[in-house]
Every structure is written in C-alpha cells, then in structure tokens.
C-alpha cells in the first residue's frame, strides 16, 4: 500500500510537471532610455533603464544583451562571415581586382576607428548594486548581482556610448540615397529567454528577436534634424515638424540649438527611428484606421511616387486588416532609409529613389511584417520562414488586390522559386538556423518562397476558406506572443479537423519532395465503358491528390484521393464541377488504382492538381496525355 501511494505522488508529481513546464509564458522588458546625440561625430551617449520581469519557472543568475553595433568592425563574425559565404551580399562587399582577378572584399574589413559602430557599456547595476559584465562580440554577458526568482521583477541600469557605423547593413549613417541616420538595433537590447532557453545569438548576418514590453525613450539632437519611427511622439507641439496638432504654430526660442523628441512605444520589442535634415513628414491619415506617416528626402525625382504611394498604403493595410486581424496600433510609419527594406516595430526603412512599382512592392511586403514579425513574434534565426514567407504570402495577395490587373495564382513567383531551388542540390531543411545556409540566396529562397508556398500549399490540403479562417485564428490567439512552427499547424489542424504533423515534418525539416505521375490510363478491353487509371508516388513527400478529367465532350468531372494520414477529406473546391472522393492513399504504397466510368477514347485530358498549388517538382508527368517539359524559371 505504501509503495503504491509513492507511485501514485510520483506520477502526479510527473504530471503537474509537465503539465506546468508546456503553460505558455513570457519575459516583459521595460525600457527607459535618454539619449543625446552628438551629429556631427555620428556618436551618441544614452542611459537606460530596464524592469526585467522573469515570468519563466527558472531563476536566473545571468542574462545577456545584444550589442548590434559590434558586428561593424573588422574582425567581427559578421566581418569573417561575408569573407568565408560563398555568395556575399552586394551591400556588404567590394569589388576589386587582385593579380587581375575579381576579388569579393568585406566593407567591414576595412572600416577606420571613426567609422565602425560600436556600443560599450558601463555603469551596471541590478537594484543599484553593480554586476559583473563581460563583452563577448555583439553579445554583453551580465552575472546578476542577486539571482532573480521566477515571477519576480528587478531593475538593470547602464550607460552607453554608441558610433553609428558607415551604412553596410540595415543600421548606420549616410545610405547610398544620402538618409543621415537610420537607427536600427542600436540600444543595448535584452536578449529573449523562453521555454527554449536564451536566444542570444551573436550578429552575424540575419534577424533579430526580442522580448515584449514597453518603451520610453528620449532623444535629444541638432534641432535642424526631422525623426520618425517606432512609437508616439508625447510632445508634438513642441517638436513640430509635421507632429503638431491641426492649428497650432510650432516656432522655436531663438537660442536652441536642440530638440528631445520623446516616444513611447507601448508593447513592441524593438524601438528603431530615423533622421535626416532633408525629410518631407506627410501625414495620411486611414478612415476608421491608423495615421501613416511617410517621411522621404526633398528630392523633385522621387516626390511624386511617394505622394502616389500614399493611398495604394492605406488600401493595403485596410486588406491586411481584413485578411489576418485589424493592426493594433495607432500609427505607422514609412521612413526613407536603411539599405534596402527592413521591418520594425511600427515602421518600415526603405530605399526610395527607385520605380513606383519597387517602392509600393517594398512598402507592401516590409507593412505585412506589422503582422507577421511585429504582432507574431516568431524567432526569424530559427524560423525565417515563419515570418518572412508568411508575409510574402499576405504581400503576394495584397498586391494582387490593388493590382488593375489581377492573376489567378499571385504566389506562383514563390513556387518558381522554390523549384529553381530544389533543382540546384543546394536546398537546406527549413529548420536550418539562419546563420548556418552556405549560400544566401538559398536562405532568402528558403525563408521567403518555400515560407509563402507552406501556406498556399496548405490551402490546396484544407481548403481556402480553411485557410483564411486559419490564419485569423492564428492571429487571434497569439498576437503579442512568440509562436512557433507548432503553433501554426496546431491552428491549422483546430480549423479545419485535419491532422497535419506529416506536413510541418516533411516541408520544414526535411528536403524530402513532391512527385506525383500519372503512370498508365488503359481503356477496358471487354467493351465495358471504363479507364483504368494508375498513378505513382515518386517523391518522398506525401500529398492527397485533386484530379480533373476533361472529356472530348467539353464536360469536366473532378476526382479527390485522401491522404490516408490527414484522416481528412477536403471540401470541393470548385462546386460547379461534380466530384467522387476516391478511396484514400496510404503513403506506404507508391502506387494507386481507380477507374473512370467512362471509355479512354471520350476523354481529352487528364491532369494532376489543376490549381497548381501542389508544389510537384516534376509537372511533365501530371498530364495525361504528356506535355511537353517546361524548364523551371530561374
């Protein structure tokens, strides 16, 4: 009897466990940080302070920092990565000529002391005792003072000095369209700690992931300079600039050489603006929605296409509220600056002197991301395509939406993409971290293209109206939070009924592929009206299977084959055309028999997924009669 009551503790004990350790939680972060910078010298000083709050069931005795502005000096792991990648990007290299032949150089490599970035901490304190910290690279390892227990809160002060490095990737000063200062990852930043541990991944190359919380932040610069970026500007009327309330003059006492522009950025986890002397700030503001801001450099080339991307903005954030769930926040801002186009919380950096269809492209992918990235906070190192395929995905259909002219599959980019990928030999898992791909071509196709496949393709799985449905209730029910891979297709699987583990296994972290053939089709041979019909399964990767016959009669009849693990049958998806649901598909077997009431020589065509949305490596074989090869696009 005794032993039996220890067996039953311990199993409770064992599940209560579990049952604790699988509860979702997340750290908060509390920043307040002033801000003085010096213009001129391209530096700044600031200091801050962080409420920590530890909701996690650990307690902890370390906690670390990113220090983003490290990754910009020779000699950093940023600098040794674009020497060793074989396909360094553009933005980051040189090209010269040595012994007469091309030579990729790293930027970074030969930055001078006044123009790589740096951050150095001092003056350290948990609860105003000092802790001992140490600079590791781009990471600022902190041993705590006093361990901080779990569902308790302590308070991190530091100073900072900063540099702001000569523009190489995504943070520095003077871009190649002469944008002053874009300031992106440039505070000393709390590493995330989750049910995974610590993320505190050096800066070698990709994105970023944060801890939620708010910020209070004060920047005190040149009067002269025009800011924007994330959070609410407190004192607009006294800033100006644009900022002011309808009605009021702005006007300066005659000896300022200064202005503290003070923003307050609630429940985001990262904090980024911007700076020049040349902006333009306009102001569009949504019916019923957020105020945008767009803030652009006084250049008569370019003016008319930021004023013309204005309104096709505001269209677009209307459908992405409509598609996933209504933007949270009040504003959005789109500033000029960076090196390309980059995400942060409640604004995008872009470039901005290129065509008008570049620049409303860039807009409508780097907004998307306010969705998936800045409400979805998935981990990008880990999962890039969680973020950055899905927001290629909702780009792709909000494009399509204010297009004039509008085309049936505004995905199809993505599986060309995908498929010039697969016939490289270059693929990597999904699951692969971001700063572990050998080529950064195959890391932006594997992130964005296959990414925005995975959500087209589960609509061909579940149905389009599941999928819609889907990724709302995905919105629903982790905005402000970290989702992961799982999250999605537990989603997917609530949505729809579905059981879809096969597919999150195969697609994300393998390199396994589709190939489905139509292998025969024989007319009976014993008069009966009837076609014998065999398909194969070539590839790895299971899939149920849409197949429309076409009949010399013009007719049409739609055939549908379960696969037998999704334990699911899909819903017609085009009503108007009858459909038989065949017996399902075990994927054990590669070879699959049905037949079609009908002769072989009152059928025109056979095809395997008309819609294109199975992302089959191999289409030559979907066809009955064959077609002909078509090359993939490169």
């Known amino acids: ?219 005190t610069i040149d009067k002269d300079y025009m800011l924007g970026g994330s959070g609410y500007l407190q004192n607009k009327n006294e800033i100006g600039k644009g900022y002011q309330y309808a009605g009021v003059t702005v006007t300066y006492p005659k000896k300022t050489k200064t202005l503290t522009w003070h923003f307050i950025a609630p429940n985001v986890h990262d904090f980024t603006w911007a700076a020049d002397k040349n902006y333009l700030h306009d102001v569009y503001q949504i019916s019923n929605g957020a105020t945008l801001h767009f803030l652009y450099k006084n250049n008569p080339k370019i003016i008319d296409n930021w004023k013309k991307a204005q309104p096709e903005t505001a269209r677009l954030m209307q459908f992405y509220n409509q598609t996933v769930g209504k933007y949270p926040y009040d504003q959005y801002s789109v500033i000029q600056g960076g090196d390309g186009g980059m995400e942060y919380a409640m604004c995008t950096l872009i470039l901005g002197e290129g065509g008008y269809d570049g620049l409303i492209g860039v807009i409508g992918h780097e907004m998307a991301h306010s969705w998936f990235q800045h409400v979805l906070a998935s981990n990008e190192s880990k999962h890039g395509w969680l973020d950055e395929g899905f927001t290629s995905f909702l780009e792709d259909l909000g494009m399509n939406e204010i297009a004039e002219k509008k085309v049936e599959n505004p995905h199809q980019g993505s599986y060309d993409g995908y498929y010039f990928m697969v016939n490289s030999g270059k693929e990597l898992p999904q699951s692969t971290h971001a700063d572990r791909f050998d080529f950064n071509q195959v890391y932006s196709i594997t992130s964005y293209s296959k990414g925005d496949v995975f959500l087209a393709q589960l609509g061909y799985l579940i149905g389009k ?33 579905a059981n ?53 009669d013009g007719t049409k009849e739609a055939f549908y084959i379960p696969l037998r693990m999704m334990s699911f049958e899909k819903e017609n998806p085009d009503p108007t055309i009858k459909r038989t649901v065949l017996a399902d598909w075990a994927w054990a077997n590669p070879n699959y028999f049905f037949e079609i009431p009908k002769s072989k020589a009152s059928i025109k065509k056979i095809t395997i997924d008309k819609s294109g949305l199975m992302a089959d490596v191999k289409k030559d074989n979907n066809t009955f009669p064959a077609e002909p090869k078509t090359e993939v696009k490169k």
Do not use: C
């Open 1 to 219: 009897m005794k032993s039996l009551s220890l067996i039953t503790l311990l199993s409770f004990v064992s599940t209560m466990a579990w049952s604790q350790s699988t509860q979702y939680w997340q750290q908060n972060v509390d920043y307040k940080m002033n801000v003085t910078v010096d213009a001129k010298a391209y530096q700044y000083k600031g200091n801050q302070e962080l409420v920590y709050t530890n909701n996690s069931p650990d307690t902890l005795k370390r906690v670390f920092y990113h220090l983003y502005n490290n990754a910009f000096q020779p000699g950093s792991e940023m600098d040794a990565r674009i020497q060793s990648i074989a396909d360094p990007d553009r933005r980051m290299i040189n090209k010269i000529k040595v012994d007469g032949k091309d030579v990729k150089e790293s930027r970074i490599s030969k930055l001078k002391p006044n123009e790589i970035g740096y951050l150095k901490i001092s003056n350290f304190k948990q609860d105003g005792v000092a802790a001992n910290i140490k600079e590791v690279g781009t990471i600022l390892e902190v041993t705590l003072a006093k361990p901080l227990l779990p569902n308790t809160k302590t308070t991190l002060t530091l100073d900072f000095d900063g540099q702001v490095p000569v523009q190489i990737r995504r943070s520095g000063r003077n871009n190649v369209e002469g944008v002053e200062f874009s300031m992106a990852q440039w505070y000393p930043k709390m590493a995330e700690f989750d049910f995974e541990g610590w993320h505190a991944d050096p800066y070698i190359a990709r994105e970023f992931h944060g801890v939620w919380g708010n910020f209070d932040v004060s920047i």
């Open 500 to 552: 879809l583990d096969w597919y999150l296994t195969d697609w994300t972290q393998t390199t396994n592929t589709i190939d489905y053939g139509i292998k025969n089709v024989e007319g009976a041979t014993d008069g009966v009206q009837r076609t014998g019909v065999s398909l194969e399964r070539i590839g790895r990767m299971p899939m149920p299977i849409d197949l429309l016959v076409e009949y010399t």
């Open 465 to 497: 109206d599941n999928l819609m449905k889907t990724l709302k209730r995905y919105y629903r029910d982790f905005k402000f939070k970290h989702p992961t891979p799982n999250d999605i297709k537990r989603t997917a699987e609530r949505v729809s009924g």
